[in-house]
């Protein structure tokens, strides 16, 4: 260690008089780190090499402006091993009270919220279906998803759709939880679901790996709350972060055209926050933002970071996987979207050239 009188010898040596050590600019901290070869790290760009590496969507300029925000979460596996089951339990149990009635239609999204230490902490689950939310985000780069739930049949085991669950939460660099699902049922035998687990690369914690397991019944909501609460704890590890004060963007997760209301779009809001009167543009639409909706069908003013919100005003319907993002005014909007629209038109004219097809899909 060295002392402070040490360090203001070394400036008064130098002819430099701090004005009290509490003080240093940061060139004084390189001098005095490189006088006792003490390696300078810039804990921002350090901060922007690591949201790179979790494709988060942010910016240099938010970094002095970070809070947490909540995990947004995908369910995938094998058709028939319980997904929907699980996901509807969980509806029904953990929106907040009072709410429960009030879900009429869905958005493609929802906030659920799970007690912490007698605190209330939000989650979001994506309704969509897995490999859809996956391959979109693999065309863009972008990821929506910070854990991936895999559901996985105790008396059925690993199928196909489970081995591409997995691929594509790895390809993605997307934390795992596996729900060992049906153990309520006859024949359900969850050991050899954790054998054939670790056998495809994915070691239980139980066995001193590091992807956590659940065993539940989703029809009973035996051990639900387990689940929710290792969620939530592989969450915190991710310290999630937005920077809810700026113009918003994120990512289109679901849209269509209603009969009364015109194009609607559900966002999922990755940075910023999104108000109504934003002017948005996403992939080859834009608008101003006319009124938004939460995951209830509740109009809100605005929606902050990894929450769900439908949004009318858009003068089109864009494609899942597209990004939103506010613009200044109206002009830029349209300049964008014809600008992305033109985009689109000359990928089109390569991939006719080209050898075949490309869709979504394709990426997934
Ligand atoms: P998905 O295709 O993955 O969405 O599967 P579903 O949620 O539709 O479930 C398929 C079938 O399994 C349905 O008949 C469910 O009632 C049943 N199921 C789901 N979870 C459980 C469970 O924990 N225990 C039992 N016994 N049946 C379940
Ligand atoms: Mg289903």
Not at 90 to 97: D, G, H, N
């Amino acid at each position: 260690a060295i002392s402070e009188g040490e360090i203001l010898g070394y400036f008064y040596s130098k002819g430099i008089k701090p004005d009290g050590v509490q003080k240093l600019s940061k060139d004084m901290v390189k001098m005095i780190c490189s006088e006792y070869e003490v390696e300078v790290i810039d804990a921002a760009a350090v901060r922007v090499e690591e949201m790179a590496k979790k494709k988060e969507i942010l910016d240099e300029d938010d970094l002095d402006k970070l809070e947490d925000r909540p995990p947004v979460l995908t369910i995938m596996g094998h058709v028939d091993h319980g997904k929907t089951t699980l996901l509807d339990y969980i509806r029904k149990t953990k929106v907040a009270a009072g709410e429960a009635g009030g879900i009429t239609q869905g958005i493609g999204a929802y906030k659920v919220l799970v007690p912490i230490d007698g605190k209330q902490q939000t989650c979001v689950f994506l309704d969509t279906p897995g490999h859809e939310a996956f391959g979109a985000m693999r065309a863009r780069g972008a990821r929506v998803t910070d854990i991936a739930v895999i559901v996985v049949a105790a008396d059925d085991g690993i199928r196909p759709q489970t081995t591409e669950a997995i691929a594509h939460a790895k390809a993605a660099g997307v934390p795992i939880i596996v729900a060992i699902n049906k153990i309520d049922k006859d024949g359900a035998n969850p050991e050899r679901v954790l054998q054939e687990l670790s056998s495809v690369g994915l070691m239980p914690e139980e066995w001193g790996g590091d992807t956590p397991m659940v065993k539940i019944s989703a029809l009973k909501g035996e051990n639900v709350d387990d689940l929710l609460e290792t969620i939530m704890l592989v969450a915190e590890l991710q310290e999630l972060k937005a920077n809810p004060q700026r113009n918003a963007k994120g990512t289109l997760i679901e849209a269509g055209l209603d009969k009364s209301k015109g194009p609607v779009a559900t966002f999922i809001v990755q940075n910023g926050t999104l108000k109504r009167g934003d002017v948005i543009v996403c992939g080859e639409a834009f608008g101003k933002v006319r009124a938004l909706f939460d995951d209830k069908g509740k109009r809100v003013d605005e929606a902050g970071p990894s929450i769900p919100v439908q949004v009318i005003g858009l003068n089109n319907v864009p494609s899942a996987g597209d990004e939103f993002e506010v613009v200044g005014s109206l002009d830029v909007a349209r300049e964008r979207a014809e600008s992305r629209a033109e985009e689109v038109r000359n990928e089109r004219i390569t991939e006719k050239a080209g050898d075949g097809k490309v869709t979504l899909s394709s990426f997934a």
